[in-house]
């Protein structure tokens, strides 16, 4: 053109900058501009455009900025188009509050937003996941009269995708077809793939059907979605199903179609069907890959099936299909949970290629081999020996270190790692501050774990749910229990959902302390947020009611750990019966037992035995004797705790006849009476008076073969020094002589003073907490 004297105009300038900016030479561009200028030619707004466009694509929005206020310092800025192009800039680095001040800047400029001005914003959005803001965006384009084009649907639908959200992108596809946008086959094979991660396999296949409906004919993506949606259930049936289909449609398969379809069969538990499979597709080419072998490795692996896994690494070295670094890791990890860490590394030394390294990942599951089997001096000479090979430990081997040793309790090594990767340069993730924290709240360092949470949160990283756990674990451990609730509360206003063993934790520890009306109200909003209690906490929450002679409460926990699938035990009936029995509630007690055998948890005779023994624990003794006989007459077996309540209940009101024709009403319901059963007896019998006949029952006791023990003695003891016998003392000395139970001094001047010496030494056996009654007396 400057041969012949032709003068390049704003139009031959305008295509030179835009063709510089599409190849990235955005400084030859901007070159040309001044060139522009400097040969008289005034850049018009598409000069200035294609720069400013060409500078927001590369990100380079400094530079773009500057453009655009010399735009406006011409008067070029003439319709939205120059404004959306840095909308858009600054859209897709992220800074989307930036671009929405841009909006609202142009709007008081006088220029309305089109469909690509507002498709731009919505996309930062998508992707900033803010959806509050895109539905926003939405509503301000149809009170505008905006309909959004199939471009717009289909960017919701992706970023709804990429969200799992799949009902929101059902949704939008719905509203897509009824305004009469056409679909294309990307956004059927994103809705398929999403439905399929969303584990709805059938719904995906249905979709397909519906596509073939509409005139769009699945590809191979489609098919390898829905193949590994199936395989990854599980069900291999379903995932050859579709495989068929796909070669009858005309799709070729690939390593990945075959990767998915083993994989159902490795995940339906048919190790050896997989095998073979794999055989038979050996020689299609290009059919396996090192991910399929990695795929039937890791299964047989985790099976337990340790000899395959190394079969078919040595397969993959005869077939030349290259190890990689996760094929190791996947036998190491094998080798390490059967704890064959020695056999690991030498099958591993035979077959690896030389080109394959041990890396991060394979050293961190070696480390984690050696500090499940307790091994943490290995593990620690094994780190030693990978930084003395120049190797640089990454955030998940000192997360496995930093975790192994905490656990142990070794908080000096712990601190060692922490410095250690401060010198590497490795910055702590949330899984560190998380191991860190949990480690120290265990220890009750309560001021390191929350240094550690401030540390993190100036470092913009945003605690999760195991992070608030740790902290109020901590705050648990020092009985804060007030400031746990409130970082609960945090939590939750936060958007972080305490799970059940966070509130359970809190649950526990304010029933322990008493603080009954703050459990229940931790267990109300467990209710709302829809999350179950564990049994754990079930117990400790009716346990707590109890102490406070909450017993209707309790009652309602019980029919929720019912409710639940929780089968409370039988001491949780007892406990309740008895305080009902005790506030005088004993139709609540009967009806209680009532439930008890309805809901099968015990039979009758142990719900009856239940009421015997709480009404005699009441002194109502005439109640239970009279529930007692009707048990007999129905042809039920009292349990022998229910005989020996009721003894007792007899023996404290003197009705010691009516407790000796229990014990033979006892013998003949074939219940043979234990020593617990004799002892109430002979304290009865000695409180009577009816010392003769206690005798009685302790020679019965060593005939039976039973040992009396040391409350026998004691009661005996007592009666004996009470009446003065002289006979009966000298055989009691010389049982408990006998037994070892006491040992005779020479110098014990008369019977009364060894039998006091005796009851001195048996209630030091029995720790007991009262002073000797006759202390005063041998001192006198």
Not at 102 to 130: H, P, W
Not at 260 to 265: N, Q, R
Not at 310 to 321: G, K, L, Y
Not at 474 to 482: A, N, R, S, Y
Request: a neutral charge; aromatic letters at 8%.
């Amino acid at each position: 053109m400057l041969t012949f004297e032709l003068r390049p105009n704003c139009v031959t300038y305008n295509t030179l900058m835009d063709g510089n900016c599409k190849n990235g030479s955005l400084s030859a561009a901007l070159s040309l501009l001044n060139e522009m200028e400097e040969k008289g030619l005034e850049p018009n707004e598409i000069s200035y455009g294609c720069v400013l466009n060409g500078f927001c694509e590369a990100g380079e929005l400094d530079a773009a900025t500057k453009i655009f206020e010399a735009m406006r310092g011409k008067g070029l800025l003439k319709n939205c188009v120059v404004y959306t192009m840095l909308i858009n800039g600054f859209c897709k680095q992220g800074l989307v509050f930036q671009a929405f001040r841009l909006l609202e800047e142009m709007f008081r400029a006088g220029f309305d937003a089109d469909l690509v001005t507002y498709s731009a914003l919505i996309n930062g959005f998508c992707k900033a996941r803010m959806p509050r803001y895109t539905k926003e965006m939405l509503g301000k384009m149809h009170r505008i009269g905006i309909v959004p084009n199939s471009t717009l649907y289909a960017t919701l639908i992706y970023n709804a995708c990429k969200e799992d959200n799949i009902v929101e992108a059902m949704k939008l596809y719905s509203y897509m077809n009824r305004a009469g946008h056409k679909s294309d086959l990307i956004t059927c094979s994103m809705l398929i793939s999403a439905l399929c991660r969303c584990g709805k396999v059938d719904e995906a296949r249905d979709f397909m059907h519906h596509m073939a409906e509409i005139g769009l004919v699945p590809d191979s993506v489609c098919f390898d979605c829905l193949i590994n949606g199936y395989g990854s259930k599980g069900d291999s049936l379903g995932a050859f199903a579709i495989f068929d289909d796909m070669i009858k449609q005309g799709c070729r398969p690939s390593a990945i179609t075959y990767g998915s379809l083993l994989k159902g069969l490795c995940r339906g538990g048919n190790l050896d069907l997989a095998e073979n499979y794999l055989h038979l597709i050996s020689g299609i080419p290009f059919a396996t890959d090192t991910i399929t072998y990695n795929t039937l490795m890791a299964a047989t692996c985790r099976a337990g099936r340790l000899e395959d896994g190394m079969r078919f690494c040595n397969d993959m070295v005869e077939r030349n299909i290259s190890l990689d670094n996760y094929s190791t890791t996947i036998l190491l990890s094998g080798f390490c949970r059967k704890g064959k860490l020695l056999s690991a590394l030498s099958s591993l030394h035979n077959i690896m290629d030389s080109e394959v390294s041990m890396n991060c990942v394979t050293y961190s599951s070696l480390f984690s081999g050696l500090i499940k089997e307790g091994q943490l001096k290995g593990a620690y000479y094994l780190f030693e020996e990978m930084m003395e090979e120049g190797m640089h430990p990454d955030v998940i081997v000192f997360n496995t270190m930093i975790d192994g040793f905490s656990r142990a309790g070794q908080t000096h090594m712990v601190d060692k790692f922490v410095s250690l990767m401060q010198n590497e340069g490795v910055s702590p993730d949330l899984v560190t501050y998380n191991i860190l924290i949990h480690g120290y709240s265990k220890k009750q360092l309560l001021w390191k774990s929350f240094n550690l949470y401030k540390t993190m949160v100036g470092k913009s990283i945003v605690p999760d749910k195991l992070t608030y756990h740790a902290l109020i674990l901590g705050l648990c451990e020092t009985g804060m229990l007030d400031i746990g609730v409130k970082f609960l509360e945090k939590m939750i206003l936060g958007r972080i959902v305490p799970d059940s063993l966070t509130f359970g934790m809190l649950v526990t520890r304010l029933c322990d302390k008493g603080e009954m009306s703050k459990s229940l109200d931790l267990v109300h909003c467990m209710s709302c947020l829809g999350i179950s209690l564990k049994e754990d906490a079930y117990n400790a929450l009716r346990n707590g009611l109890n102490r406070k002679g909450g017993f209707r409460e309790s009652h309602m926990v019980i029919h929720s750990m019912i409710e639940k699938g929780f089968k409370p035990k039988l001491s949780s009936f007892i406990t309740l019966i008895n305080g009902k029995l005790r506030l005088g509630d004993g139709q609540g007690a009967f009806r209680l037992k009532d439930e008890m055998v309805k809901q099968n948890f015990v039979p009758p005779e142990v719900a009856e035995s239940a009421i015997v023994r709480g009404l005699c624990k009441c002194r109502k003794l005439e109640e239970a004797i009279l529930l007692f006989e009707s048990m007999l007459r129905a042809g039920m077996v009292p349990t022998i705790a229910t005989f020996t309540s009721l003894i007792h209940g007899s023996c404290r009101e003197s009705k010691l006849d009516f407790a000796l024709t229990l014990r033979d009403v006892m013998e003949r319901c074939g219940l043979k009476p234990d020593v617990i059963v004799y002892n109430v007896l002979i304290t009865g019998l000695c409180g009577g008076g009816r010392v003769d006949k206690a005798f009685e029952l302790y020679e019965e006791i060593k005939q039976r073969k039973l040992w009396p023990n040391v409350t026998t003695y004691v009661v005996l003891v007592d009666a004996v020094i009470r009446e003065g016998n002289p006979i009966k003392g000298e055989m009691l000395l010389k049982d408990l002589t006998d037994r070892g139970l006491i040992n005779t001094k020479s110098n014990m001047k008369g019977l009364r003073q060894s039998l006091m010496h005796a009851m001195r030494r048996l209630n030091f056996l029995r720790k007991c907490k009262k002073e000797v009654v006759y202390q005063n007396e041998e001192e006198s």
